[in-house]
Structure formats: structure tokens, C-alpha cells
């Protein structure tokens, strides 16, 4: 962490400032100004062993056959303050990071898994975006404010999902809720609606592989791989819908904002030679919903090796970034997701942009000058971008230690493999089961992103992450 330029350890000011907000009992609900949501059922699905609570679903048929969706945002700025000590130490390192062992966390963990947290039966405040969806899947209305809410019950993907996808019985905090029942599947339905618009506008399909190391009596003894389910992706959806919302809503004020660009891929012929090698032509220029209907297509015909084609597709379209949109710059757009309107707004408890964000809205909705200048909003966009990528340095350099520890016995197997990466410092595979980044040491020659390979295990060094491969193609 120390030398990819973050510095987890927090100082005594902000020590003192936790102690401070823990003396404190009382939690700030007078100046919710608007509405007290408590009575609704509320809920949260977010991973395992998640603690740090970001949002909170629910939604609401209409006589119309549209369906209405709210989505509660932590109101982390109501503790936090701008220039204060946290908010000095979040704004440095602007995000979480997972190391897979333990979670470095741009605030305290006293704020950001407790008093900052929508943990389950507890008052909160939070920033409310609504959305209604019609049958169609047309947007008919969306706002945001401020309201007091209540998480009524703490789900997991793990066991939502395969329960919305008929693979599993309900989880026993759903089963014994015929109310929780319901608005869970209404929430996937309203889901589905947001996915299908987003497909049709030219949305990529990314079929992600994430991984996690297996403890053993506080070893590790292997990596679990954790895929997409009908719960990840309804949150997913629910969660670009609300960042759009917001994305919009700064725009139509007039209000400069940090928004979350994915340029057009400058790879875009190795992409076209990548679906070549699979008979398929996509057009000489950018297009993300030709590419969607690739990505689609392969993932029917090939389910097994969509995440790796989809792995060599996000490397080769290159990795998001923050930048400043003021009123009347052009929109820049993401790519990925087809939009022109998008920002980052949704985990204000471990993105310091989302807390940014939460501050310029909460100043539209209250008629108030706008917390951070143009300037400043530059400086913070640019560090959230580099810290970022530190970020994703350090949990690449994670995993592959993790890795190496895992694969440490089976040096000398043979795995099936896809190539991720060609760079000056060489060229890199990851391995399908388990899923193990690697260094290609004989064989690398010739060899590009997207390519499956054969790669034979010739060492590793759990102590600096290395795990080394010989390749044979085919």
C-alpha cells in the first residue's frame, strides 16, 4: 500500500475526530428535511461479508404498470464534514482497497461499517434517488432527496441470486417474508426492464470472473471464484440507473460535476481482429452495440470462456477514468455502458467521488452555492483516477500472492489459459481454473490479447506474487 503511494494507517486527528462522532449518540435525523421512508421494506444485497453498507432497494408497482424504484444512498456527508480530518485522509486516498485479506478503508471502519453504514434495523439518513421505470423500459420520471430510511434486512448475492434464477430455496430471512419475497422479485423485474433498455442502447455485456482466496486455518488453501448472478446484476443495473440520475440532474442545473469516462477503445482493430479469430466482423469503427451483439453471441455459443473474452475485451478498450464536466463541455460518455450521462454517486462510504457527488447534490437540492470550485474539482478527479489505478495495482499484486501460495504444489501441471496482456515488461495470461495471473517466461513470442493458450507451471514466489508459465498455443 505504502509504495503504491496510499497511506492506510489514519493519523491522531482523525482518531480523535472518530472518538468525537462516537461520543456523539445522537445521529443527525433533524436536518433530513423532506421525508421519513422508515416504514418502507427496505433492503440490501451486496456480498457475504460486505459491512460497509452503501445502498438500500426498494420498489413500488404502479396502476400504470410501472414500476417505481428507490434507492437509498449512505448520507456519509452528514457526519463527515469537507476539510475535516476524514475528510482530509478520504479525500488523499480516495477509495477502499481489497486485498483480499484484509480491507485498507478510505474512512475508519467506526464510520464506514457502523455509524456511516445502512446496517440492517438501524435509522439512517440518506440520499434518495428515484426512478420510475415503464413497461417499456422508458424512463418516465427520476428525482433525488433526502430522507431517513431503515435497512429492514441484510441479503447476500450468494443466496439471493440463485433464488431469483429458480437454482435454490429462498434464504431463511426471505423465506419466512412473503412481503420481502415479493418486493424482491418486483425489484428484478424493474431490473430486468433497466438491463434490456441498456442492451438495446448499445450496453456491453462484461462477464467478470472475481475472485477470492479460501482460508484454512488461516492459510491459504485455495481461490474461490465468485461469478455474476441475477443479484449482482439487479444491483448493478439499480445502480447505473441512480448514477445517471444524478448525472443528469447536476447537468440540468448547470453544476460542474466529476463524472466516470470510458473513452472510445484505441484498440478497436485488435478488437476486430479478436472477433475475426471466431468468424465474426464488427465495423471499422467504434461500435458498442455491435460489439454487445459479439460479446452476446459468444457467450451463447461459448458460456464457459465468455468471462475470458470479455477479460480481453476490457483490456483492450482500456480502464475508466474521472474527469470534470462543467456546463456546456461536450459529453464524453462511457463506452461500456453506452451512456452519455454517468458518474460515480453510489458507494460514498468507500469512493471519495461519490462523497464529492453527494455534496453538489445535496447543495442543488438545499439552493446553495456549490461546495468545491472548478479547480478543485480537477485536483480531486485527477487523484481519484490515479488512486484508482494504484488501487487495482495493489489488488492485482494481492491476488497474484494469493495465487502464487494456492499453486505452489501444482507446479509442473498444465492449465488452459488467455492471454491478458502484452506489455514491455512481458507477457502476462491468466489461467482458467483456478483463475491465477502469470508471467509467460517461454513461449511469448507472437502472442496477443484474446488468445487461448496452454500454459505449463514452471514456478512461483509467493513472497513477490510471481507465477511463472510456459506457453504452447492451440
Known sequence: MSAAGFHPDFSNEVRAQVAKLKASAT?????????????LLWSSIDNDTSRDLDQ???????????IRILIGIADV????AKGTPIDLHAQSETTTVYTGIVNFSMLPEELSTDLTSLNENVDRPAVVVEVVVAGDASIQSSAAYRALVRNKAQLAYSGIGPWLEGKASAPPKV?????????????????????????????????SIETTAELLNGQVSGIHVALKNRASELIEDFMIGANGVIARMLADKHVSSIRRVVKTPERWNRIIELAATFGEKLPSEPDSGALNAFLLKRKAV?????PDLSLAIVKLMGPGEYIVERPGDPLQGHFGLAVHDYTHSTAPNRRFADLVTQRLVKAVLAGSAGPYSDEELDAIANNCTL????ARKVERSMRKRIAAVALTSRIGETFRAVVTGVTPKGTFIRTIDPPAEGLVVHGQQGLDVGEQVRAKLVSTDPQRGYIDFAVSTG
Not at 27 to 39: E, N, S, Y
Not at 56 to 66: C, H
Not at 387 to 390: I, N, S, T
Request: no cysteine.
Open 27 to 39: 445521529q443527525p435525523h433533524g436536518d433530513v428535511a423532506a421525508k421519513d421512508l422508515r416504514d
Open 56 to 66: 438500500i432497494e426498494v420498489a413500488e408497482r404502479l396502476p400504470n404498470g410501472a
Open 77 to 80: 456527508d452528514a457526519l463527515v
Open 175 to 207: 423465506a419466512k417474508s412473503a412481503a420481502l419475497q415479493e418486493q424482491l422479485k418486483l425489484q428484478d423485474e424493474a431490473a430486468q426492464r433497466m438491463r434490456a433498455a441498456r442492451y438495446k442502447m448499445g450496453a456491453l455485456n462484461i462477464d
Open 302 to 306: 461459448d458460456p464457459v470462456h465468455s
Open 387 to 390: 488512486k484508482e489505478d494504484a
